[in-house]
T-cell receptor, first 115, second 110 residues
Framework: ETGVTQTPRHLVMGMTNKKSLKCEQH?????MYWYKQSAKKPLELMFV???????ENNSVPSRFSPECPNSSHLFLHLHTLQPEDSALYLC??????????????FGQGTRLTVV | QKEVEQNSGPLSVPEGAIASLNCTYS??????FFWYRQYSGKSPELIMS????GDKEDGRFTAQLNKASQYVSLLIRDSQPSDSATYLC??????????FGAGTRLFVKA
């Protein structure tokens, strides 16, 4: 256990559905991240939050909507997704976003399938 | 030029040998570098972090950093079949975002 918990672990949704992914960290970290990992592709950074403020949106389509109510919780709201959005979605947290001791620790991921 | 580059492999080494994994990065201002291991179907797991030029050793793992050459490497001594995984190099770019390379697949043959 890394101290970062993601739910659900698996999700199948239709293209017209709305669903949310949840991430919670128990490490006292200030920064949280969403990454997407598609088959045979590198990890893609989607969003970065530092002290609840979004500091990075890596040109992510608006059908993905992040929410960070506090430093311990991060959500990814999904709506009208496409089959190509099927991937492993990983949440991570770190003490900060730069400098020493800012290693990112990952949750177990949500395997998303869009049908 | 990609921000963080790695050879995709696969890299195949016999059990007991040294596995050498390499990574280059584009941002000269980067100060924080990490190696992660990812087993198939699992999330990345932190192995090593390095912030200063030179070598850093932790058990069978040694990370090497050369900021002038924008190069970071990972050596795995006495490789075991359980080391077979994808190894991801990660760099904090722009002072605030952790970017990953595509990863190198390592196979350790028993």
């Amino acid at each position: 256990e890394t101290g970062v918990t993601q739910t659900p672990r698996h999700l199948v949704m239709g293209m017209t559905n709305k669903k949310s992914l949840k991430c919670e960290q128990h490490l006292g970290h200030n920064a949280m991240y969403w990454y997407k990992q598609s088959a045979k592709k590198p990890l893609e950074l989607m969003f970065v939050y530092n002290f609840k403020e979004q500091t990075e949106n890596n040109s992510v389509p608006s059908r993905f909507s992040p929410e960070c109510p506090n430093s311990s919780h991060l959500f990814l709201h999904l709506h009208t997704l496409q089959p190509e959005d099927s991937a492993l979605y990983l949440c991570a947290s770190s003490r900060g976003t730069g400098g020493q001791g800012t290693e990112a620790f990952f949750g177990q991921g949500t395997r998303l399938t869009v049908v | 030029q990609k921000e963080v580059e790695q050879n995709s492999g696969p890299l195949s080494v016999p059990e007991g040998a040294i596995a050498s994994l390499n990574c280059t990065y584009s941002d000269r201002g980067s100060q924080s570098f990490f190696w992660y291991r990812q087993y198939s179907g699992k999330s990345p797991e932190l192995i090593m972090s390095i912030y200063s030029n030179g070598d850093k050793e932790d058990g069978r793992f040694t990370a090497q950093l050369n900021k002038a050459s924008q190069y970071v490497s990972l050596l795995i001594r006495d490789s075991q079949p359980s080391d077979s995984a994808t190894y991801l190099c990660a760099v904090i770019l722009g002072g605030f975002k952790t970017i990953f390379g595509a990863g190198t697949r390592l196979f350790v043959k028993a």
